[in-house]
């Protein structure tokens, strides 16, 4: 773990008005396990998807090659974002993902995590604000260690969070954790 190279991501921009750019040195922080910590102080560096005030787009992020990662995706408020992404690590992965969804911002996030032979790590720590909606469908078909945790704060009123999921298993370990806070009223989950 401690020897891991930084990981590689591609990112494309299928439509809209999405800002994609290097991953500043400082980012936001949310909840997080002990294997992201890890991920996030040994990443040299990391990508930032960002969707304006009232904009909308989609996007494809693929994790390319094996390492430490960490990301940013911001979904500013009134903005949508379609983010569709996929672990293609080969061999080891280990993952940090910030998320920060706006005020009546929406975020519909797909994760594929395709069999393989690999150790994959994937925490992601989601901040949604009021009337904001965080959906989320995560298909892993397992691997030698395949684990999603999410770290969920509902931060406003009216904010929701909707998770679905299918994993299938192949003589391998794959499963989801996910902590969720609902830390003001009427949020849904």
């Known amino acids: 773990v401690a020897s891991a190279p930084t990981a590689a991501w591609s990112i494309a921009s299928s439509s809209g008005a999405v800002d994609i750019a290097d991953l500043p040195a400082i980012m936001p922080r949310g909840e997080h396990g002990a ?26 992020l693929n994790l390319t090659e094996g390492g430490h990662g960490r990301a940013l995706i911001v979904v500013e408020d009134g903005a949508s974002l379609a983010l569709q992404e996929t672990m293609l690590a080969a061999d080891f992965a280990n993952v940090a993902v ?21 150790v994959q790590v994937a925490d992601y720590s989601v901040r949604v604000a009021e009337g904001g909606v965080y959906r989320a469908h995560f298909a892993d078909f397992g691997g030698k260690l395949s684990r999603t945790e999410l770290h969920i704060a509902l931060d406003g009123a009216g904010a929701q969070t909707h998770l679905s999921g299918v994993g299938a298993l192949n003589d391998g370990h ?16």
């Open 98 to 118: 910030e998320i920060i969804i706006g005020k009546n911002a929406r975020l519909m996030h797909v994760r594929h995590a395709p069999h393989n032979d690999a």
């Open 35 to 60: 294997m992201a910590e890890i991920a996030i102080a040994s990443a040299k560096t990391g990508r930032c998807v960002r969707v304006a005030k009232n904009e909308s787009g989609a996007v494809h």
């Open 174 to 189: 794959a499963d989801v954790t996910a902590h969720v806070i609902h830390a003001s009223d009427k949020t849904l989950s």
